[in-house]
């Protein structure tokens, strides 16, 4: 399936790609289309020779973001095939009471995909391209930016190789990033005080067209239906540190059930192997990067978690890196050289990345937080100005999942709006959500300069 020969070294214009993860073949297929060969190096061994399942999350999300990217690749159909559509996420709260809110205002879904699947269907698209060649357990142990060239290991020995352009889609623990902080860039790589276990489970009362959720203030269980199965994917979240409830507080299966079943009790009950699968799945930690320059020269640029992971509520982290590759290329076509479209890239890009970034952890904020009267009366006073005003007024998570607008001017608007929202609780107190007309509600709008459009 893959290419044995070794990857060939030194010729002019070879374009190398590190790292075969979710955006590596997308951004292979698009460069090898417009520039010939294209050669992936992936120090993994290759998923569909190994079923064993490498990597994250069972399941992803696919948005619009991400859709346009397939639909360019000629992709959308076969995707579509192993995708289920989810309308919206349904909170179920420790009151008993539910509730469901669409992803968007116009029932628009967005859709889940089991992660190995969509791998696998990247990487064979990647195979078929002419001009790609895809190498696996193939590490590349260092870059070198002057000559240029990739330090690659092969079992005990190592190589140099040399390229003339190359994309570091190497995730968060970016050797490529690494060779541009070598150089004075400055990036953070963090841990988000949050860690995750996945499960699979079975939830007979659970609508299969919801992504479900269940908020605990300080941890959260979120769940999508798997494609394959009638069964659900689970991701139960603590804190890794501090007091109960957290991963530190309570260690081993039966410890965290019981902390399991005090922070969501009655969702615990259906999950009738709960302790054995707390006590064998691995607890994931969740990365976080960032990097204040994502190219060099005409060398060397950034895509995805290599220089943007971030928190995984959104659903925005592989979207986002695929349309990274999209505004590269777009840069590369409109730019005189590559050099140019790197720096252009970055320029477009980075606060972008910054801010879908900043977006997805403070949705996880939202959606773990327990009901908070203040707080509650601000969402709905936002949700009355979104319906009042639709053209003028947007939801964040629809700016992010339906539509292609820049991430940091959805988010610079959304803070004009809670900010707005804020001013009229302040003011007319949380009745305001209720009682204040819709009159006054356009006169707050007609007065906030920062919110006008
Ligand atoms: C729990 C969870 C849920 C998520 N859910 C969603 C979701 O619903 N929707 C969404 O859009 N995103 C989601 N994400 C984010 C998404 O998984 C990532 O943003 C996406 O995988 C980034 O793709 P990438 O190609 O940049 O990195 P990766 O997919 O991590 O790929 C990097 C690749 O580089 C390889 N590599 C690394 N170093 C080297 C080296 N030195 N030499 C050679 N190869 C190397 C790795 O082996 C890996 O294959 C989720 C993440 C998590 C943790």
Known sequence: MQDSSPPRAGAGGDIAIVGAGLAGPVAAIYLARRFGRVTVLERRRDPRRDPARVGRSLMVILSDRGWRVLRELGLEPRVRRICVPLAGRCGHLPSGDTVTTPYSRYNTPIWAVERERLHRLLLDAAQAEPGVRLHFELPVRQVDLDRPALLVGEGD????????????????????????????????????????????????????????????????????????????????????????????????????????????????????????????????????????????????????????????????????????????????????????????????????????????????????????????????????????????????????????????SALAEDRDLRDLASCIVDRHGFAAATDLPDGRLREWAAVSPRAAV
């Not at 976080?288 to 005409?298: E, F, N």
């Open 157 to 408: 020995s190592e190589r140099w190789l040399s390229y003339e352009h190359m994309v570091g889609c190497d995730g968060v623990h970016s050797v490529v990033r690494a060779a541009l902080v070598s150089r004075g860039a400055r990036a953070h790589v963090g841990t988000l005080d949050l860690a995750y276990q996945e499960m699979v489970l079975r939830l007979p009362k659970c609508d299969r067209g919801l992504m479900h959720y269940w908020p605990a203030g300080d941890a959260l269980f979120g769940a999508f239906p798997l494609v394959s199965s009638d069964l659900f994917a689970g991701s139960v979240f603590f804190r890794s540190q501090g007091p109960a409830p957290s991963y530190a507080a309570a260690v081993g299966g039966r410890a965290l059930a019981e902390q399991f079943a005090r922070c969501f009790p009655g969702l615990a009950e259906d999950i009738p192997d709960l302790a054995a699968q707390l006590e064998t799945k691995p607890i994931c930690a969740v990365r976080l990067t960032r990097c204040d320059r994502w190219v060099h020269g005409g060398s060397a640029a950034l895509i995805g978690d290599a220089c943007h992971a971030m928190a995984p509520f959104m659903g925005q982290g592989m979207n986002s890196a695929f349309e990274d590759v999209r505004t590269l290329v777009s840069c590369l076509d409109r730019e005189r050289d590559w050099a140019a479209a790197f720096a252009e890239y970055e320029r477009t890009r980075r606060a972008d990345g910054d801010a879908i970034a900043e977006i997805s952890y403070e949705h996880y904020r939202t959606m773990s937080r327990l009901p908070d009267p203040r707080q509650q009366a601000e969402e709905a006073v936002v949700q009355r100005l979104v319906n009042l005003m639709p053209d003028r007024f947007v939801p964040l998570y629809e700016r992010c999942a339906f539509s292609q607008e820049s991430f940091s």
